[in-house]
């Protein structure tokens, strides 16, 4: 019997979920149907409980259910706890629906393979919002000397850095509050949609420093422009994006697929 999995999202259509998996079962030789399912807006639960009674193992969820799908958990990661959100759901023994979040596992598992050294290095992240409560977890984990995350409220970013200062050297302000040299500066924040970029300083980086953002496109983001311009090494999100599946995956099917050949052919059709 073939196995179902989908991704939620609202909207959805333009997801590149299904194709990725796709990918993965077909390298790997698992038989699964992977869809994507635009739930309503009001409904996120309902949704979910209908997919798992036609047969549904697991899920991905993407904007706007990350809160809603954490609050429907049974059981939770401790990653997916400290996001507060959700983008996996993997249906256990008896019918108990597990949360548990990728986006992080993804960020470094990317920058690890793009040679970005993070233990030791002085990281500037900016945005305090829900993608990057999401990656704190796991990029403290690969000990950074500091972490700063700025935000254009200030009190947001000091209210983040708060909750994960046992985890490591974090702390949180506003875009002013950015000082010194940094050895990677991820952005977090939803700028590169709308094309704009965060007031920031032009001596931001340090000698051999790479800027990450978690957008992607055929054409660098203004940040990363921007960047490159000030002598930083430029990466964006794609490999984020594959990299988060793969977790998925394995959290799903305990086994984790190659992501190169999926990411070169991402790559090759932007």
Request: with cysteine; net charge negative; proline share 5%.
């Amino acid at each position: 019997m073939t196995d179902r999995y989908c991704v939620f999202g609202h909207p959805v259509a333009h997801s590149k979920s299904p194709a990725i998996h796709a990918a993965f079962a077909a390298a790997l030789g698992d038989d699964i149907d992977y869809t994507a399912i635009e739930a309503p807006l009001d409904d996120f639960a309902g949704a979910w409980q209908r997919f798992i009674s036609e047969g549904g193992r697991g899920a991905n969820v993407t904007v706007p259910f990350k809160e809603q799908a954490y609050r429907l958990c049974d059981s939770l990661s401790e990653r997916a706890r400290r996001a507060g959100a959700v983008n996996t759901l993997v249906l256990g023994a008896e019918g108990v629906t597990h949360g548990d979040t990728t986006d992080g596992v993804g960020l470094v598992g990317d920058l690890e393979a793009n040679g970005v050294r993070l233990a030791g290095a002085r990281v500037l992240v900016l945005g305090a919002g829900g993608a990057v409560r999401g990656v704190l977890e796991p990029l403290l984990a690969s000990r950074p000397t500091s972490v700063l995350v700025a935000n254009r409220t200030a009190e947001k970013a000091m209210a983040l850095a708060a909750d994960f200062q046992d985890l490591g050297v974090i702390s949180g302000g506003g875009f002013a509050d950015v000082a010194g040299t940094y050895d990677l500066v991820i952005n977090g924040t939803s700028a590169s949609l709308a094309g704009d970029l965060p007031p920031l300083p032009d001596d931001l980086f340090a000698d051999g420093a790479s800027a990450y953002d978690m957008m992607y496109g055929a054409e660098p983001t203004v940040f990363l422009r921007w960047a490159s311009e000030r002598g930083a090494r430029p990466i964006d999100g794609l490999g984020m994006l594959v990299g988060q599946a793969a977790e998925s995956y394995r959290l799903w099917r305990g086994q984790t697929p190659d992501t190169g050949p999926v990411l070169a052919e991402l790559r090759r059709a932007l």
